[in-house]
Structures are given as C-alpha cells and as structure tokens.
C-alpha cells in the first residue's frame, strides 16, 4: 500500500467513523422508544432494554453499510477537494483513475472488516440479545435459544425445536414430571404441532411415553388435540429474526428448509443481500465520485451530504421494493438482489460520464 492509498484510506475511515457515529446511536434510540411499550412485562426493565439494543448495534450497523459507504466516501473524498488536495494530487500527476483505485482499495478493506461483523460478531450477539429478551419479558418461564425454544410451565418443560411460516411448529418434546417425585411422569414428541384456535393445538404424528415406575407404555397416535402452552405475545417473542443469523447459518438453514419441502424464498433472499453486499459497496463508492469530481467538485459539503443521502435512500428504497416484489411474484431471488445494484451502476456511470 503506497502513501497516497494510506492517505487517502485514512480521509475516508475519518469520515465513515463519523457516519456510524452519528447514524448509529440515532437508529438505536430509535428502536429504543419503539420497546417502551415492552419494558415493564414480565422482568423486564429499562437496564434490560438498553442491553438489548446494546447487543444489537453490530446488526444495525450491518443495515447501514451501503448507505455509509456512500455518505463516507463522499464526506471524505468531498473533504479532500475541499482543501484542493485532489487538485494538488492531480497536478502532480496522479490521475482520477488512480485516485478512485486508491478508494476502491480502502472499501475493500472496509468489506472485510463487515464480512467479520456479518459472520461472527453480529449473530452470535442478536440471539443472545434474543435470549435476554424473551426470558425477561416472560418472567423466566420462556428461554430462546439458537437450537430451539423452551418453556415451563409448572412441572413440564416444554422444547420448541423448529418453527415454520405462521402458527405451525415443528419437532416438539414436552416432558411432565411427577409433582410429588422428582421423576419424568410423561414425554411426548410431535412432528408437527397446529394452531386450531387460541385455546388449542393439533399435534400430529405423535409419540407418547408414560413412565409407571419401571414400565414404559409408549403409543402412537397421527393426531391429538390438546390445551394451547402458548400465548400470542410468546409466539412473537419466540420467533428470530432472518437477519439474526450470519450467511453459513441462512445458507445451512435453507439447505434444511429444501430438504424439508419447506418454503424458503424469505430466507434465500436475505442470504443473497448479504452474499452481494460487497458489489453493493463497491457501487455505493463509485456512485459519491460525481458528487467530488467534475461539475460537482466546486459544490458545497451540504449540497454533496444532501444528495449522497438522497442516493442512498434511493438504493434502499429500491432494494426493499425490488426485494418484496420478487418475493410476490416468486421471481429468482439472485436477480431481485442484483437489480438494485446493476441500476445504480448504470446510474453512477451515466453520471460519471456526464461529470467528465
């Protein structure tokens, strides 16, 4: 890496900070007065709900990569022309191309150092954010976990391993004690278990085993309706988010999801955006280059963090639209993900041309 690519790095890692600095703590208050309504069920408090969003600042900063690699490297590239640094930079002979590879250099640095976040820094800490959450607001009697659920409720522990689209589980153990003796009194196992109505489950193919001192009586049945063990608010609370888990983990679960003949369009979607999201830098960084160079160049730092912003909501906008239309009309969740991208790069380099 030569001087002028440490230089360079340096401006826009200046300005990137910045972005996260002030973006961050803004989405996080954000979503914290949204769990106001929250604090005060069950155990769960205030301190709680700060340690929640705490554990959860990794995942957000994962949402506003494009829209910070865009607004940093025209803050830092747009700070160095303000100075007439670049200026100087290309009177000496250093050409725009050298320039934007020197910044393409940075951002690939800036990829990596996300990639670890993506992988092993944010799951890990939005389950166990999960975890704290839905144990403290159900007074400890509901524990989510990254291999399954489980509840208890007097003397059964209940163990939610899978759950599918809408109100249907899947691979259910529930184990009853003897509240007398501390001995196991009844398990069962179900495939699958189905919401009748708010008082009652369906459970099919089920397997029951009775313990009578020594003996164990174990019958089959295909279904067997039974009590509900589980209110609305712990459904919700139970469910993790897509997003909670990193691109091996999505990328495994839809291999589970295919091998279970179990609709996994939502979840190839979200392994796509996070599989393209280098290209998506990459294009966020080669779109802030008209903001800095050619007719743009004499612009004011307001007028440059103005229309930086307004081309990153542009891209999320699109994203998401593109995302949820493919999703309605079941369209290949590659192309969804890579229309985004591809425009703004037309976009960008129509620009660029016009700026030169």
Known sequence: MTILDRYI?????????????????????????????????GNYGLGDALIYEAFLMPSYLLSLVPFTALLGTSMGLGGLAQTNELTAMQASGISI?????STLKSGTLFIVFIFIIMEWVAPPLHQQAIQRQSLALSGGELLVEKNGTWIHQGDRFINIRNRHEGSTLADIHIFEFDPDNPQLKLYLHADQVEMKNQQQWLYKDVIVKSYQGRNVVTRNETERTQESFLTERQLRVMEQPI?????????????????????????????????????AVIIMMLCSFPFVFGSLRSSSAGRRIVLATVTGFAFHLLSQSSANLGLMLD??????????IIVFLLLGAALMRRAF
Not at 17 to 29: A, F, G, S, W, Y
Not at 256 to 273: K, T
Request: hydrophobic residues 50%; without cysteine; glycine residues 4%.
């Open 97 to 101: 191309q050298r320039i934007g590879l």
């Open 243 to 279: 997003n909670s888990l990193s691109p091996t983990g999505l990328y495994h679960y839809i291999e589970y999801l295919r091998a279970s003949e179990q609709a996994s369009e939502r979840f190839e979607m979200v392994f796509w955006q996070k599989a393209t999201f280098p290209l």
């Open 9 to 41: 790095g340096l401006a826009l890692a200046r300005s990137t900070l910045l972005v996260i600095l002030i973006l961050l703590p803004l989405l996080t208050l954000l979503d914290l007065v949204r769990q106001l309504d929250e604090i005060g069920t």
């Open 331 to 340: 369209i290949n969740p590659v192309l969804t993900t890579l229309v985004p």
